[in-house]
């Protein structure tokens, strides 16, 4: 069997002819499929930047902005809660100080009264001022009660020989309420109402 050289010639340019085409079809497909991805992708990267933009851009949180008028009216609060902290430290350490030393006096007059040394007389006085302290304790006890009951937070008294020292926890003092004041201490601790000295704190 016999091939014609044309013919043959003229079928293998026309497969390479037709590869080509194919060849350059596909190329053409898979460039403007690129594009496209990078196209895609280069509008996502700008949304996202837009978004880290917009994000940066935006204003913080409202309650992380404080203006100088909050800012001075928070120190101020945090100053009268540390004040008002203090202060309840005060009543407390000072009734504690005070509590301690009727204890320690108590405690010196009764090893003078359970000393055989000790005199008669020296016994029966110090009997006495146990009595009397023991006395002044529980005066103290409710007349501080009382006085909390007017509305008072806080109120420790003292006493120094014959004055009496009174402490209430307030901003200010009317002059009804230093009244009630003297009145009750004067009538619980049996007492003049010139030996009383109010203060508050």
């Known amino acids: 069997m016999k091939f014609n050289k044309e013919k043959t010639k003229q079928v293998i340019l026309t497969g390479i002819a037709f590869s080509l ?10 460039d403007n499929k690129q594009n496209k991805s990078i196209e895609v992708s280069s509008e996502t990267n700008d949304i996202n930047i837009g978004d880290v933009q ?13 203006s100088n008028d909050e800012l001075v009216q ?3 609060s945090i100053q009268n809660k540390e004040k008002m902290e ?11 100080q005070r509590d301690r030393m009727y204890s320690e006096m108590i405690e010196t007059y009764q090893k003078i009264i359970n000393s055989s040394e000790t005199p008669s ?13 023991t006395t002044a304790k529980n005066g103290i006890m409710i007349a501080e009660n009382l006085i909390k009951n007017k509305g008072f937070e806080n109120v420790v008294i003292l006493i120094n020989n014959e004055i009496v020292s009174v402490v209430v926890k307030s901003s200010n003092l009317k002059k009804e309420e230093i009244s009630k004041i ?6 619980e601790l049996k007492t003049d109402i010139s030996n009383i000295n109010i203060s508050n704190k």
């Open 121 to 133: 007389d020296q016994r029966a006085i110090a009997a006495q001022e146990i009595s009397n302290i």
């Open 21 to 30: 085409i194919l060849v350059g079809y596909f190329n053409y497909n898979l």
């Open 54 to 66: 917009l994000v940066n851009s935006e204003p913080v949180e409202s309650g992380a902005i404080v």
């Open 86 to 96: 203090n202060n309840d430290s005060y009543f407390e350490e000072t009734k504690i």
């Open 74 to 76: 928070e120190n101020s």
């Open 182 to 187: 003297q009145n009750i201490v004067a009538r």
